[in-house]
């Protein structure tokens, strides 16, 4: 009784919901980040290489052999080293994306925490804190000019 108790708030204080949403938009961002690296950044590239197709860059370590008939007896080892530099660019444009987002994220909170600021609606709380913080300061003047008289 007392985990379904702890699951039912674990629920109901939106850690799963927060959870759920976070994979499904890191879901849908993967697929935007792989098409934008695959269909949109690669082709240029290759291009600039006379044509070269990362994925299928590979170091040969040793050759299939095939027997007289043509079938494969020993299968080629090679390292495929293009299909990582593919996976390290996807990293590279994911890694600099996300970069950006929280960048502007950033700057778009600092400006709606910025009290002063009369063009963005500053949250409640942090107006209230502002204020406290305004009234504190105005009865620290008068205690020090109190004790000083």
Request: charged share 25%; no cysteine.
């Given at each position: 009784?007392?985990?379904?108790?702890?699951?039912k708030e674990f629920a109901?204080?939106?850690?799963?919901?927060?959870?759920?949403?976070g994979i499904i938009i890191g879901a849908a961002f993967n697929k935007v980040i792989?098409?934008?690296?695959?269909?949109?950044?690669?082709?240029?590239?290759?291009?600039l290489t006379d044509g070269v197709n990362f994925g299928d860059k590979k170091l040969v370590l040793r050759d299939a052999i095939t027997d007289a008939?043509?079938?494969?007896?020993?299968s080629e080892v090679a390292v495929a080293y293009g299909k990582l530099s593919e996976v390290f660019l996807d990293f590279m444009i994911i890694g600099f994306t996300v970069?950006?987002?929280?960048k502007f994220?950033?700057?778009?909170?600092?400006?709606?925490q910025d009290t002063?600021?009369?063009?963005v609606v500053t949250p409640?709380?942090?107006?209230?804190?502002?204020?406290?913080k305004e009234l504190m300061a105005e009865q620290n003047k008068l205690l020090k000019s109190n004790l000083k008289s």
């Amino acid at each position: 009784m007392k985990l379904l108790k702890e699951f039912k708030e674990f629920a109901v204080k939106g850690n799963m919901m927060d959870m759920a949403i976070g994979i499904i938009i890191g879901a849908a961002f993967n697929k935007v980040i792989d098409v934008l690296a695959k269909q949109v950044i690669l082709p240029p590239l290759s291009l600039l290489t006379d044509g070269v197709n990362f994925g299928d860059k590979k170091l040969v370590l040793r050759d299939a052999i095939t027997d007289a008939s043509g079938t494969i007896t020993t299968s080629e080892v090679a390292v495929a080293y293009g299909k990582l530099s593919e996976v390290f660019l996807d990293f590279m444009i994911i890694g600099f994306t996300v970069f950006i987002i929280v960048k502007f994220m950033n700057r778009l909170r600092n400006k709606a925490q910025d009290t002063k600021d009369v063009t963005v609606v500053t949250p409640k709380d942090i107006q209230l804190l502002s204020d406290l913080k305004e009234l504190m300061a105005e009865q620290n003047k008068l205690l020090k000019s109190n004790l000083k008289s």
